[in-house]
């Protein structure tokens, strides 16, 4: 069973902060690793993804990955009230052609207080 | 432009009725996906196209009938659903892998809302 795990929180940081979510997965043969934004009621929101190990930096995002460990975290910068949302941690578990499927986590809910 | 759209926003309809919710994307992308979440859980798979083949189906019930009539389209139409198919249904996208490697990024639509009474 090819798993992703975070921890669901509620993980609440002050406004202007750093928030930093971690996400581990099973499967030492992933290649593809995603980080969604999904505020109540809405569709999840590609934010970043990174298929190499190291830091991957965009505006106050930077995704970091680490195959090793299998481990990939997401750091939010100078948090604002607006961060405030559920972030699922999206692995793609297979290397073969055509595979499509993305195995989520449960989210991490983030509540940045002002 | 990374954008989906998805008709209509909001569903409800009883358990004996024929529906059916449309997805559109112009990006070019020749994946495409059906994914149901219930409240509280992250997105559920349930049908893949890929060049407007049908690549995917996990395990879902025949009430939902996926097509893809074009490389920019796809609909899922809905027959005798039940009050637990209540949920959003997200269309995504993505461009297809050619091969061996890390895949490509997929992009949701807004989802439609659906309420099976």
């Known amino acids: 069973q090819k798993e992703v795990e975070q921890n669901s929180g509620p993980l609440s940081v002050p406004e202007g902060a750093i928030a930093s979510l971690n996400c581990t997965y099973s499967?030492?043969?992933?290649?593809?690793f995603f980080w969604y934004r999904q505020y109540s009621g809405k569709s999840p929101e590609l934010i970043m993804f990174?298929?190499?190990?190291g830091d991957k930096e965009d505006g106050r995002f930077t995704a970091q990955l680490n195959k090793a460990s299998q481990y990939v975290s997401l750091l939010i910068r100078d948090s604002q009230p607006s961060d405030s949302a559920t972030y699922l941690c999206?692995?793609?578990?297979?290397?073969?052609?055509?595979?499509?499927?993305?195995?989520f986590g449960k989210g991490t809910k983030l509540s940045v207080i002002p | 432009d990374t954008e989906v759209t998805q008709t209509p926003k909001h569903l409800v309809m009883g358990m004996t009725n024929k529906k059916s919710l449309k997805c559109e994307q112009h990006?070019?992308?020749?994946?495409m996906y059906w994914y149901k979440q219930k409240a509280k859980k992250p997105p559920e798979l349930m049908f893949v196209?890929?060049?407007?083949?049908?690549?995917i189906n996990e395990s879902v019930p025949s009430r939902f009938s996926p097509e893809c009539p074009n490389s920019s389209l796809l609909n899922l139409h809905l027959h005798a659903l039940q009050p637990e198919d209540s949920a959003l249904y997200l269309c995504?996208?993505?461009?297809?892998?050619?091969?061996?490697?890390?895949?490509?990024?997929?992009?949701f639509g807004p989802g439609t809302r659906l309420t099976v009474t």
């Open positions: 995504a996208s993505s461009q297809d892998r050619p091969g061996r490697g890390p895949s490509y990024e997929q992009y």
């Open positions: 499967d030492r043969g992933s290649q593809s």
């Open positions: 990174i298929y190499s190990n």
């Open positions: 999206a692995v793609n578990p297979y290397s073969g052609a055509g595979s499509y499927q993305l195995t």
């Open positions: 990006m070019g992308h020749r994946a």
């Open positions: 196209y890929s060049y407007e083949k049908l690549s």
